[in-house]
């Protein structure tokens, strides 16, 4: 187990160093001046110089490639253009801002989904089946964005029951993250954008755990079970349920990451103050070091997010071999 | 060569009877699932839309559509009415025919009256547009285009013939019968009352500018005004060029009394008259003004274009805030009512669907109807390209990963789990930062990142394929690694990769849409997501469902039916699952 883990651990910061190389070389490729993605107009010739030595941008470019890894792994990541701030800082509390947003909403699509497979499973053949898949797929089919602005039409502006946009009503006092969050206030700003993305990520749970426990079903130790005359129920839930959620678990970990990505939309339509708006605020003012930051944290947390998983897996299944389900993408 | 032509002999054959069947199986599999149908349905109809997209389009999705249409604004102190499309076009002229009853004149000879309760149709003999109309004691003239002259005597409007060809733009009707109507090239026509309504006299104009104007006090008092700043006085006979302190185009003029008149013109000229002279003064509004009206000597009225309308109360001009954009043309008031006609085309933002547009129009008038049968051709592109190159890239890496096995394998799994790792929008979006919005941008994120989960697929597929005896026949018969791979299993990968095609296709349409709603798509190519980004941008989204709602159903459509479809193909594709 200790083994599994380290072995994972090394496998995600190998995989972290590729993409942290990806981006850099990106970079290089797309801006040859490499000032241009650090420096901002207006800055004095002494900070200039200073931006100038930190980031190594008068050395060869094997020697920039060090630099920049050595940066990334103290946390430098250079001064927003935009802010005029340093973008850790930023990057630090748009951060919390997703987490808060997207574990809910994962959370309730992976608790929901496949308990509702699971009915489906039971209830095979019947309308209900029928409905909830064609459900299943129809959500998954619709946009976010899109039915963020629907459910934003219709019960933020019609009825007028839910904010529209941000985590809090303007103006307000947090001393603190935790104390932001920790509010009516919040959660009510919470409610629209965690349904529009449970609603599009429940599906795919809820159709793997479908499939997944029709396979079971017609294994022998059901057949026992049932011949002990336990409760239908019992056994959907506990028995058969138990087994076949393997392959719910790898695709959690593979929609994780969808997720981080998919997140953007959500926060941009909700104005949600996360990393996904802020990285699209980057990309639009042209604010490079703030962007680089944000894809690499956003890289950062689907890591960590099938780190997280694949221990799970582990302990789920000791045989631990990735199988395949259509995720999609 | 020679040895492989007995092989190739017979296997197509094989194939191709094998191709039937897997054919047949797919129409059965899709003709028993409902859903399938429904899908394939969809899709069909989609295509077509795509494909004939430029004839079934009813608007070009670019061009900003204007509206037409005959207008009337009531003001009462600060209340402001409209009335719209009392006429079918342009209402260029106002006149008050008493208390409570008025004419209006416009395009295509259209005139219509208020009685006191609703604006109605005025017959007329005449078809060209009518530019001024001027009433007095229950007499009125019209006069328009070509040299066409109305009078309305006895209810009637009766045409004489027309005494010139140019087109004449102001008329001005005093109570002893006498008039003046003035137009192009310094056209001045003078009715004397005692020679009958047909016989105009051309008078002798000091300038060769069009003539917009004019306002008689008496038959022997009036003023005109034209292009470039003209202004003329007229005497009874005579007209004389009187000092102007403008350049500018002026529109309109009112003459309250010898003392007081006022002028006004382009970029929101204001003249006024006091003690024989036209003087400049400072406006409340800076676009076009078209027309003034005169109450008392300080109590005036103008309007403008864009819904502009200003007041003099007191000494200043203060701006009246009618809420409209349409172009206003001409102006009456009796001090306590004041309306305004008007109505140039004036774009036609944020309709709801109708007749003209189905699906309503943009906040800048453009159809979205047409733009949303456009934009089905660029997703069903871009998610058809990168589809494809991402089930090419996907199957090949399957195919050596699953065939070749041991470091390969390793290598192209680790850099599977590497893509699985960068998140797609914010991977474009780097893109879009380091290069430039488009199309290509949107495929290569695609098309770059989202052959992993194809890969895993085929690769498992292909380990159960590679210890099949067909396989191991051809090793040992000693073809080549790529012989076997592409010649011996990638046919039997086939019908999954064209599943995988089927699901990327969705995925893609689905990333095309979030990315263009991302404004990461090309600027000048309409989509669906580029629909949803433009109604983002404009703010209007909260309110316009119809900007809204239209594209989101197709792009939900067409996603949903790929996954209708290949429901059903899954069972054939993959025996594993016919089972269930």
């Known amino acids: 187990m200790i083994r599994l883990i380290v072995n994972k651990l090394l496998q995600m910061l190998f995989t972290l160093w590729v993409i942290l190389t990806v981006l850099f070389f990106l970079f290089r490729l797309g801006l040859p001046d490499p000032t241009v993605a650090l420096v901002t107009d207006g800055l004095s010739p002494e900070d200039r110089a200073l931006v100038t030595e930190r980031f190594g941008l008068d050395r060869s470019l094997p020697m920039q490639y060090v630099v920049y890894l050595g940066n990334v792994a103290t946390g430098e990541f250079g001064r927003s253009f935009h802010y005029n701030a340093p973008v850790t800082a930023i990057v630090a509390e748009r951060v919390a801002n997703t987490l ?66 941000g985590m809090r009503t303007f103006p307000y006092e947090a001393a603190h993250f935790f104390d932001k969050i920790f509010t009516l206030n919040f959660l009510h700003h919470l409610i629209l954008p965690t349904i529009v993305i449970s609603l599009y990520y429940t599906g795919l749970p809820m159709l793997i755990m479908r499939n997944a426990m029709l396979e079971v079903m017609g294994e022998d130790f059901i057949e026992f079970a049932e011949a002990r005359g336990l409760s239908k129920a019992r056994i959907m839930y506990r028995h058969a349920a138990r087994n076949a959620l393997l392959p719910v678990v790898t695709q959690a970990a593979i929609t994780a990451g969808l997720a981080v990505g998919g997140q953007v939309v959500v926060e941009v339509v909700f104005s949600w103050p996360g990393l996904g708006l802020e990285m699209f605020n980057a990309v639009r003012t042209s604010d490079y070091p703030l962007a680089q930051a944000a894809f690499m944290l956003m890289a950062a947390i689907i890591l960590v997010l099938n780190f997280a998983a694949d221990v799970v897996y582990g302990r789920l299944d000791p045989r631990v071999s990735y199988s395949s389900e259509g995720a999609g993408g | ?236 006979e005579q007209l004389e060029e009187v000092d102007s302190p403008t350049f500018r185009d002026l529109h309109n003029i009112a003459i309250f009394d010898e003392s007081a008149g006022y002028a006004v013109g382009e970029r929101g000229t204001v003249l006024r008259y006091r003690e024989g002279e036209w003087i400049e003064e400072q406006g409340a509004l800076t676009r076009t003004l078209r027309a003034v009206a005169m109450v008392s000597a300080d109590q005036v009225q103008v309007v403008g274009t864009h819904g502009d309308m200003m007041r003099r109360v007191d000494g200043t001009w203060e701006q009246v805030r009618t809420g409209y954009t349409r172009h206003f043309r001409d102006v009456t008031s009796d001090g306590e009512t004041t309306v305004v006609v008007g109505t140039d085309p004036y774009i036609n933002s944020l309709a709801r669907p109708s007749q003209e547009h189905y699906f309503g129009t943009t906040h800048n008038g453009r159809d979205i109807y047409s733009q949303v049968i456009h934009g089905s051709r660029t997703a069903l592109l871009v998610g058809f390209v990168a589809a494809l190159m991402v089930t090419v890239i996907g199957t090949n890496v399957g195919l050596f990963a699953g065939y070749l096995r041991g470091r390969t394998d390793n290598v192209l799994m680790r850099i599977v789990d590497i893509m699985y790792a960068l998140p797609l929008e914010p991977f474009a979006m780097v893109l879009v930062l380091l290069w430039r919005p488009g199309i290509h941008i949107i495929i290569l994120a695609v098309g770059l990142l989202t052959w992993r989960t194809t890969a895993r697929i085929i690769r498992s597929q292909v380990l159960s394929l590679a210890d099949r005896p067909f396989v191991k026949a051809a090793r040992v018969a000693g073809a080549s690694p790529l012989r076997i791979i592409y010649k011996h299993i990638a046919p039997n990968v086939l019908p999954l990769a064209f599943l995988q095609l089927a699901v990327a296709m969705a995925f893609a349409i689905t990333a095309e849409a979030t990315l263009s709603f991302l404004g990461l798509g090309p600027p000048r190519l309409y989509s669906w997501g580029t629909i949803l980004h433009q109604a983002r941008l404009s703010g209007a989204w909260r309110t316009a469902w119809w900007w809204v709602i239209p594209p989101g159903v197709l792009i939900m459509l067409s996603v949903v039916s790929v996954f209708f479809v290949s429901r059903a193909l899954e069972v054939i594709a993959n025996p594993r699952l016919s089972r269930r």
């Open chain 1, 100 to 165: 808060v947003l997207m574990i809910p909403a994962f959370l309730i699509s992976y608790i929901v989904g496949p308990l509702l497979g699971v009915l489906l499973a039971w209830k095979r053949g019947s309308r209900l089946e029928a409905g909830g898949i064609t459900a299943g797929l129809v959500f998954r089919s619709a946009p976010m964005f899109w039915v963020g602005m629907l459910l934003i039409m219709l019960f933020g502006i019609r009825l007028g029951w839910f904010p529209t946009s």
């Open chain 2, 1 to 236: 060569m020679a040895g492989s032509t007995h092989v190739s002999a017979i296997l197509p054959k094989e194939q191709g009877a094998e191709m039937r069947e897997t054919l047949m199986l797919l129409v059965r599999a899709v003709k028993q699932d409902r859903l399938a149908t429904f899908g394939i349905v969809v899709i069909v109809v989609l295509v077509l839309i795509a494909a004939f997209a430029p004839l079934l389009a009813t608007h070009d999705p670019y061009v900003m559509t204007e509206r037409v249409e005959g207008t009337a604004l009531w003001v009462h102190g600060d209340r402001v009415e409209i009335e719209a499309g009392i006429a079918a076009d342009t209402l260029y002229s106002v006149s008050a025919d008493g208390p409570d009853s008025y004419f209006a004149a416009g395009a295509g000879g259209e005139v219509v009256r208020y009685d006191g309760t609703e604006w109605l149709p005025v017959e007329t003999p005449a078809t060209e547009t009518l530019r001024a109309i001027s009433t007095v004691e229950g007499r009125s003239i019209t006069v328009g285009h070509n040299g066409t002259v109305l009078w309305l005597t006895g209810g009637e409007f009766e045409q004489v013939p027309a005494p010139t060809e140019v087109d004449l733009f102001g008329v001005s009707l005093t109570d002893t019968g006498a008039a003046l109507a003035v137009g192009q090239n310094g056209t001045v026509l003078h009715l004397d009352p005692e020679n009958g309504v047909e016989d105009w006299e051309p008078l002798q104009a000091p300038v060769q500018r069009d003539l917009f104007a004019v306002a008689l006090l008496r038959a022997d008092y009036g003023y005109i005004v034209g292009a470039r700043g003209t202004l003329l006085r007229f005497d009874g």
